[in-house]
């Protein structure tokens, strides 16, 4: 049975443990200072910038990091291929980050309570170009991760080099997201020089009939993970209509913590994916025969963790608060299995991407971000923070049954037959 060797697995899975390390540590050092010097009001409009640009980019990405990947998976050996997606995938993203910078300027000029902040937001902007030249979804295709980290790690560096040495006065705020798109923008040239390199990438003039089919390929993954980031990241606002500051707050200390955990999932899914496309192509025996090796030992460890967190909370939240901790502890013990939850469906997620079956993972996603707001609207109204803990636990069981579901339908067999 020719399955991923350990070594190469646990190899990609430590570079992008790294990656995903230093993203969530640097913040940690770099965020104080950053409002020391610029100040919470400061940093608030900031954030905001950043969220937009955030989902900016998840349009600018357009689903590439999960069909890409899967077209390079499937075509790895066959170079002229790789050549034609490469150039596709770049050529359509720089097209899309044309027309969001247009929109961006239309919104500007349209709105009159952002052109305060219309340098703030045009140099924001640079993240989303910097973030659609990063080739992590080659790399990811070819289970080379160790690349990505050596190129993600130097321009983290890079960013808090520059964030230290030019953020000096309140009036700088308007730099720091532009260093961060900086640093990606140095990466996505870097990782393009790196994969024409190695990859041996030869010029490939993309078409518009190409190019066209890489939107179409792409559009229902896109609203998928736009969706997906809709549920996410807007529960925090929806609470803060309904319940005080406090109260959010101590929400959102438990949800970081699930979200810290949710990470570690993100970089275990980016890893086996590649193979799980191709196993599912060939045979399902090895596809079982895969799954059973390497995603049972990690739902376990999953399960242990999981387990971690509704036993010792309190101790959990103390990292973050040195006060009030209960509180924010039992919101964490109330949505301490929701990355067991969410590994659950990592297999028929998988099984349904490699069978490109986008449709259907559209429908899931987008029905689940409706319930998702309706359903928090409602009980953090009744609830507080409580309802909105509910919420989240409700919606990722939902999405994962869907998901189950839809792979049971494909596949004409059970959902454990699939690693057991």
Sequence with gaps: MNNKPPARLWENFTALGIVQ?????????????VIRVIGADGFG???????????????????????????I??????????????FSVVFTRLLICAVLFLLLLAALALMPQWQEYSRLYLLAFVTVLGQSLLMNWLFQGMERMRLVMYISLLARIV??????????????????????????LLAGLM???????????????????????????????????????????????????????????????????????????????????PQVVQLAQRSKQELHGFLRKNYLPFLGAVLMGCTVLLLFP???????????????????RVMSFVPFVVCLNIPVYQLLLAHNE???????????SLINIIMNSLLAHWLGAMGTCITVVCTELLITTALVMAANKKENTRPLRLFL
Excluded: C
């Design 159 to 184: 960013f808090v080099a520059l964030v230290f040495l030019f953020i000096r006065t309140k009036e700088d705020k308007d730099y720091f997201i532009f260093f961060t798109g900086v640093g990606n």
């Design 358 to 368: 986008k449709k259907s993972l559209l429908r899931i996603f987008l029905t689940g």
């Design 314 to 332: 309190e101790f959990i939240v103390s990292i973050f608060l040195h006060e009030n901790q209960a509180v924010a502890a039992v919101y964490l």
């Design 45 to 71: 409009i900031v954030s905001i910038a950043q969220v937009i640009m955030m989902f900016l980019s998840t349009i600018a990405d357009f689903g590439f990091n999960l069909t890409a990947t899967r077209e």
């Design 191 to 273: 990782s393009i020089w790196v994969a024409v390199l190695v990859f041996r990438i030869r010029w490939v003039m993309p078409s518009w009939a190409r190019i066209w089919k890489e939107l179409k390929d792409g559009w229902h993954i896109m609203v998928s993970n736009l969706s997906v980031s809709v549920f996410m990241y807007t529960n925090v606002v929806i609470l803060g209509v309904f319940a005080s500051k406090e109260m959010v707050g101590y929400y959102s200390v438990a949800e970081k913590v699930v979200m810290a955990a949710r990470q570690l999932l993100s970089v275990y899914f980016q890893v086996i994916y």
């Design 73 to 86: 998976s499937l075509n790895r050996e066959n170079a002229t291929v790789v050549s034609r997606v490469f």
């Design 21 to 33: 390390g230093t993203n969530f540590i640097l913040p940690l050092l770099v965020i104080p200072y």
